[in-house]
């Protein structure tokens, strides 16, 4: 047998062994069935749990109509008119119960003599209990576990007969009749909470009576007060099968109540139905009520039809003593209770449209890097995964937006959801060449959308987001490309400039040395102006553009590495990154750079073929590629040298390239 049958069937057992069942102090008036399928009704009551937490998307109205058979005569009233709104995981909600009302009328045993002998006035006394308004707030924590509050006022009222003495002479005295009329307003509120504890079982919890305020007192206590004793309320609910369950209460004063549900899905909505029976602590009976209820349920409307059958009717004389001494414990359930229907209606009122999918968790860039703006154009900042809530597949617009760096929301492309599918969303963002050049870093947040067939995003969510300035890096050698590229214009004039009052050199030399006298001459002009200058201080990797390098005359590895590069691509030389991986994480930079000459033309250069480095073109033709280090500014030579030195050891001799320690990074 599996754990989930034994669980099921002990829970069942210890039902019929204490005969759990339903509170007499929280009654509930609907039965159990009234949102056993679609529990997107709230059931009305803050009888059954304060907690009760309901998903309707917007606006719920709801009214209640009962009628109440006593000996044979029918009184109908509007039972209850309430209204609830959700605002994301919060529900509030309000109720006017003019029907939660308890009156009473009795004979005191006293008759007064008129003046006219033949009539009599019978003394008596009026006892009324009703709820005048209600209150309620509560939230979902996530899908299981919900808490909420509730506050009701309810009012006592006794109009008592009463003999007055009127002295018409000094010797004639007559008795008037006055009444007495006395009222005390009861503010209690309570707490509840309901846990789902898996598919199988949800348990709630609730107090009773905890917070009581009376705001008048009866001076005289002549008969029972309202019950405000507190209590509290254990509830289960077990599923055994789909849409059946077994629901059971407990309150500590031992009164209890037990219903069985029942329902199915039809094409037009659902239906589902019930019964339930209570146990009154303050009855001898067994059993002091049947409540059977039926439901139908749609999108939009629920409507409930619930009988309540008293089984005390008549069994306890309404006279004066009894009143005194046993009162009433509840509004509702009591042993003067009459058989009563009620008819109930929710209406929800959405003034938004229903929600079609759910971010379910979303993982985004803590930062972002102007400079690096093409890379968000193919690679997505951030991913979602998201549900479609529906039965039917849907169509997805994502689309986000960052404050500070965005004019408007970018969208990322349209993606089909099958239904009640969970899959991922990637959002991709586009930066403006305006805000490419910021200067300081800011602290800013990004909103995702998720839109489906309306204008209003169906589900959304906010993240915090740190914006760097044009200058800062993300420590990946491959995206100092963005640096090279990012001002091309200007340094392709300036590399031109610099050749062309070097063109006499040019002309004289072999043709198939042009690239390799272009380089030469270059790194000639840029090794005499620079001078190595550490990064600044910061959290974050800084990097000059080139044309700020040319102007400052100075900088780091990066800065140099990439400026010398932007030169070079400035007039067409190929060139690519070299990066050296320590074990310390302390990348250095160099580069590597396209002759355009053949193999067998290596001697026109050098004749040590560990300053050489072979690659095939996009022609699958093999060139000779040249290292340099861009940090040594003795000359030319000299710094070939020395990054054809590091480069033969590391990348060639250790294996680096082999074991990914030394990377060759193109810049196009």
């Known amino acids: 047998m599996s754990g989930n049958k034994k669980l099921i069937i002990s829970l069942l057992i210890m039902m019929l062994l204490t005969k759990l069942t339903y509170s007499q102090h929280s009654y509930e008036l609907f039965g159990f069935s009234s949102n056993q399928i679609n529990s997107e009704f709230r059931l009305n009551s803050f009888e059954s749990n304060a907690g009760n937490y309901s998903l309707n998307k917007d606006w719920e109205f709801s009214a209640i109509y009962g009628a109440e058979v006593n000996d044979g005569n029918v009184s109908s009233n509007i039972f209850l008119i309430s209204l609830g709104k959700k605002l994301n995981n919060d529900y509030f909600y309000a109720r006017y119960t003019p029907g939660i009302l308890a009156k009473f009328i009795i004979n005191t045993g006293i008759e007064l003599i008129l003046d006219d002998t033949t009539k009599a006035k019978s003394l008596s006394n009026l006892f009324e209990y009703k709820e005048i308004f209600g209150a309620g707030y509560s939230h979902s924590f996530g899908e299981n576990f919900s808490i909420g509050f509730s506050v009701r006022l309810f009012q006592q009222k006794t109009e008592e007969d009463v003999l007055d003495i009127y002295y018409d002479t000094e010797e004639t005295a007559y008795f008037v009749p006055v009444t007495e009329i006395k009222k005390t307003d009861y503010w209690i509120g309570d707490i509840g909470a309901t846990y789902n504890y898996n598919e199988l079982m949800k348990v709630s919890i609730q107090s009773v009576n905890l917070f009581t305020v009376k705001e008048a007192d009866i001076s005289e206590k002549k008969y029972s007060d309202l019950n405000t004793n507190k209590e509290v309320i254990f509830g289960l609910t077990i599923n055994p099968y789909k849409n059946i369950s077994l629901q059971s209460f407990y309150e500590t004063n031992n009164s209890y109540m037990v219903g069985l549900n029942g329902g199915f899905s039809t094409g037009i909505g659902n239906i589902s139905f019930g019964i339930s029976a209570s146990h009154n602590n303050n009855i001898d009976d067994l059993i002091s009520s049947v409540t059977p209820s039926i439901n139908y349920s749609n999108n939009f409307l629920s409507i409930s039809a619930i009988g309540s059958i008293f089984m005390n009717n008549n069994k306890t004389s309404l006279s004066k003593d009894n009143f005194k001494n046993l ?204 001078l190595y200058v550490s990064d600044p201080r910061s959290a974050v990797e800084y990097v000059q553009f080139p044309s700020e390098t040319l102007n400052i005359k100075g900088g780091d590895c990066d800065d140099l590495t990439v400026c ?69 500014f003795v000359n030319f030579n000299s710094s070939w040298e020395i990054g054809a030195l590091q480069f033969y050891k590391e990348a060639i001799t250790d294996l680096g390239l082999v074991k990914n320690k030394v990377e060759i990074i193109d810049i196009y």
Request: glycine share 2%.
């Open 327 to 530: 009162g009433i414990g509840n509004i509702i359930n009591n042993r003067y209770s009459n058989d009563r229907i009620l008819l109930a209606m929710n209406l929800a009122l959405s003034f938004k449209p229903e929600k079609k999918v759910k971010i379910i968790s979303l993982k985004a860039d803590e930062q972002i890097f102007p400079t690096l703006a093409e890379n968000y154009l193919t690679k997505p900042f951030a991913t979602a995964t998201v549900i479609n809530l529906t039965n039917e597949t849907i169509t997805v617009k994502p689309s986000s937006y960052i404050r500070n760096l965005n004019k408007e929301a970018v969208y990322s492309p349209i993606i089909k959801a099958s239904p009640r599918d969970t899959f991922e969303i990637p959002f991709y963002t586009i930066i403006g060449e305006e805000f490419s050049l910021i200067n300081s870093r800011t602290i800013s947040d990004v909103h995702f959308y998720l839109t489906t067939e309306n204008n209003e995003p169906d589900d959304e969510i906010q993240k915090p987001i740190l914006i760097n300035d044009k200058n800062s890096w993300d420590g990946k050698i491959i995206n100092l490309k963005h640096f090279v590229n990012s001002d091309l214009n200007f340094i392709s004039k300036y590399s031109k400039q610099i050749l062309n009052n070097n063109r006499t050199e040019i002309e004289n030399s072999v043709s198939d040395l042009e690239n390799f006298v272009k380089i030469k001459i270059l790194f000639e002009n840029f090794a005499k102006q620079m």
């Open 564 to 632: 010398f590069a932007a030169m070079l691509e400035g007039i067409g030389i190929e060139t690519a990154f070299i990066d050296y991986k320590n074990e310390d994480k302390i990348s250095h930079v160099s580069l590597l750079v396209n002759t355009k000459l053949k193999p067998d033309q290596s001697s026109l250069i050098t004749n040590n073929d560990k300053k050489i480095f072979i690659r095939k073109n996009n022609q699958n033709i093999d060139e000779i590629w040249i290292p340099i280090e861009t940090t040594s």
